[in-house]
């Protein structure tokens, strides 16, 4: 009888997070927010300063949306400078030739690292891991040097054209400043990008591959082509220009669809002796990860799908449905995708004595797209350590296809919390969901 090596699956813990989001650019700036139930929604700036101009210029109806969850006063020179010693020409090269997204996915990167307290001069370079997901990549880029194109030529188009719209070269910018030669990839799978990412990472580390690995999403899609793109699908809510901070509105009787928003979630995921010798703080455990396909829809959401995959991240945590005390949804604010996860956390939850508490923090950050679930991630992490829940904010007229979750609305709730669940699905039918445990030393 053939046998063969036998591998011990080891114990990943999250030791660092960094954060860039509507709601702040750092992680305890977006968690106070998010606490007191503020939006980051405003008017978009990024592509419609003038309002009038862009009506015209593109013949925009009524309905367009022009509010969006923008990055406020991002600068990534001035981070950069605050965030890490010794820049290097590289390092500078990387502030001056990168697409937003990048930038955006640099920025968290060099904040969950200084979080992690890791010195990355004493580690070794060949076990340290790179996974950053994008939805779009660089897609601002592509716009930009597209009506250069059109309107000045080709000697117009940027050189560095390429670099900045390829959806890896987060990860491989990441990679560069932190001198990371282990894995270098990027996962581009829609709106589950970034949990897929977390997913992956936490299998290079628990398999052995890696002892570190920074993994997340990044995304700076507010831009006129894809908002426009999402509006003509009908994915957008649209009527609330004058109105923004409510637009976004999971489960609510009332939504419309999804706000567009940019920003990064980057999480540390160590091993957890490795942790335990640098003497880390350590955050959360990930002790469970689930990922399935609907292949039924490329945009309509799977009953079937969204049950799979909730399963098959509790199996892999080896844990009851029962045991999760708390969820956070993908929960997008569009009519059947809220629908769709709502029947899905009844038939996995129902059962259970007692139903999770459930909030859907994009009510407040709207949608990251491909970084969104690395986005909740974190904000999992943070709620499990402090046993805090934020609230699910324009929850005014429930839903009764939504009905029968244990809703966090209004406020903040204070909760003993041990094991969540993180949920992300995405356009082409592709599923992720994630189990994280509050740390405990047994």
């Not at 010195?119 to 997901?133: N, S, Y």
């Not at 029947?343 to 999770?356: I, N």
Request: net charge negative; charged share 20%; proline share 5%.
């Amino acid at each position: 009888m053939p046998t063969g090596n036998i591998v011990k699956m080891r114990r990943v813990v999250v030791t660092g997070l960094g954060l860039m989001t509507p709601l702040g650019s750092d992680v305890p700036t977006v968690w106070a927010r998010l606490l007191r139930g503020e939006s980051g929604i405003s008017r978009v700036t990024l592509f419609a300063k003038n309002v009038a101009e862009f009506r015209e210029r593109f013949r925009a109806p009524a309905d367009f949306p022009l509010i969006a969850g923008e990055v406020k006063d991002f600068d990534l020179k001035e981070i950069m400078a605050a965030r890490k010693k010794n820049l290097s020409k590289d390092d500078h090269k990387l502030i001056k030739y990168t697409d937003r997204y990048s930038q955006l996915a640099l920025a968290a990167s060099l904040e969950a690292v200084n979080h992690s307290g890791l010195d990355l001069d004493q580690e070794d370079p060949e076990r340290i891991g790179i996974i950053i997901a994008s939805g779009m990549g660089g897609v601002s880029s592509w716009e930009e040097q597209h009506e250069n194109l059109l309107t000045q030529g080709v000697k117009k188009v940027s050189p560095f054209t390429v670099p900045k719209l390829l959806p890896n070269l987060a990860a491989g910018n990441v990679s560069i400043s932190f001198q990371a030669r282990g894995p270098n990839i990027a996962l581009a799978t829609a709106c589950a990008a970034g949990a897929h990412a977390i997913g992956a990472a936490y299998r290079s580390v628990q398999l052995g591959e890696t002892d570190l690995m920074a993994a997340g999403g990044a995304e700076a899609a507010v831009t006129p082509l894809t908002v426009a793109g999402f509006y003509r699908m009908g994915a957008l809510a649209t009527h609330f220009n004058d109105r923004p901070t409510e637009a976004s509105r999971p489960f609510d009787k009332d939504r419309e669809g999804f706000v567009m928003s940019e920003g990064a979630g980057i999480l540390i995921l160590e091993e957890l002796e490795h942790a335990r010798r640098r003497q880390a703080t350590i955050l959360a455990e990930i002790i469970g990860f689930g990922m399935t396909g609907d292949a039924r829809h490329i945009t309509d959401p799977d009953l079937d799908g969204a049950v799979r995959c909730i399963n098959m991240a509790l199996k892999d945590a080896n844990l009851r449905p029962e045991q999760i005390d708390y969820v956070n949804p993908h929960a997008t604010s569009t009519p059947t995708g809220d629908r769709n996860e709502a029947a899905a956390l009844r038939q996995v939850f129902g059962g259970s004595k007692g139903l999770p508490l459930v909030s859907a923090t994009k009510s407040m950050t709207g949608h990251m797209l491909g970084a969104a679930g690395a986005v909740e991630a974190i904000f999992v992490c943070l709620s499990l350590q402090e046993g805090r829940i934020p609230p699910t904010i324009n929850l005014v007229n429930l839903d009764p296809d939504c009905a029968g979750l244990n809703l966090v609305r209004e406020a903040a709730v204070e909760v003993p919390l041990r094991y969540a669940l993180s949920n992300s699905f995405g356009f082409g039918g592709t599923n992720a969901g994630l189990v994280f445990k509050r740390y405990e030393e047994a």
